[in-house]
DNA sequence: TCAAGGTTGATGCAAATGCATTGAATTGAT
DNA sequence: ATCAATTCAATGCATTTGCATCAACCTTGA
């Protein structure tokens, strides 16, 4: 039996499900706008170039993104099509492969982050002292 | 000239971002777990039942929800459909109209906050004292 | 060894989304 | 009064998502 959230946790749960609505918006917009494909691509691209030799398997892809399998089977797709990342043949496991990030991902990845991070300092940065920031992470993380 | 995000900035992000693809995703399972639609049904109706006689012109919903103009007339749209809501013709501009909850969409909105509640109880407020939520609150205000 | 069950990943199909455009009504400036 | 500009809302079309399912492979256990 689960008791009802309190006044806090329900205003903190609207504000969230707010901001997420207008921030992660605007941040996607200002990518959009300067002509860069959407953020699960950034992502993506920045998780494979982190990754020992750059590549993954999808299903670890796919818990680092907290993403649906098909989801990420689909973006891998596409980054493959946009000669962002290709698949390997996985030697371990017949079933699955690995996705390597190619030269051209891992130059639009820093690319977009000149783009990215402008973003997140007019939206984020601008808005918060670094102390706030920083509760702010820790308060997200007990979240998580 | 925008100047790059603090370390404690890009790290907030990051983890709203986290927390919103992990929190959401949860929440929204436990509605659909329990046969009821998306999240985004349940805010446009308790966006009507608040509103004056329970109607709202397009435009108005679309700002309370940050969404897209046609994304709002497509939720419309399926809300209608579902005897939910209903379009009543505007007599104050003739361009628009005014949407109105229905009695069946009061009561669905009553019914599944049962279940959106206690996703929310297990999601966030088992994870935060109602100090740390009002503080985290307080700080996703500011960014909105 | 081999059958049962679990993982990994892709895909067909229906529904939803994003983009651009349209059309109708209002507003504002001359 | 008139015409341009703006606001409100819907929609055609291509892309993307979500769901269910499938096929291939791995693991376990008798």
Redesign the interface.
């Known amino acids: 039996m ?5 006044q ?6 609207a ?11 605007a941040v996607e917009n200002d990518l959009k706008a300067a002509g860069f494909p959407a ?1 699960a691509w950034y ?1 993506a691209l920045l998780e494979l170039s982190r990754a020992q030799h750059g590549m993954l398997r999808p299903v670890e892809l796919e818990k680092h ?3 649906p399998q098909y989801s990420t089977s689909r973006l891998i797709d596409r980054l493959a099509e946009a000669g962002l990342a290709e698949r390997k043949t996985c030697p371990i496991d017949g079933r699955g492969h690995y996705v390597a990030i190619t030269q051209a991902g891992r130059n639009l990845q820093k690319k977009m982050w000149d783009t990215y ?2 973003a ?6 601008a ?2 002292s ?8 820790d ?6």
């Open positions: 689960t008791r009802k959230p309190s806090e946790t329900t205003s903190a749960w504000r969230l499900v707010r901001v997420k609505q207008g921030l992660l918006a953020l992502d993104m907290l993403l991070s402008a997140i300092e007019r939206h984020v940065g808005k918060l670094n102390k706030d920031a920083a509760q702010l992470c308060l997200l993380g007990r979240l998580a």
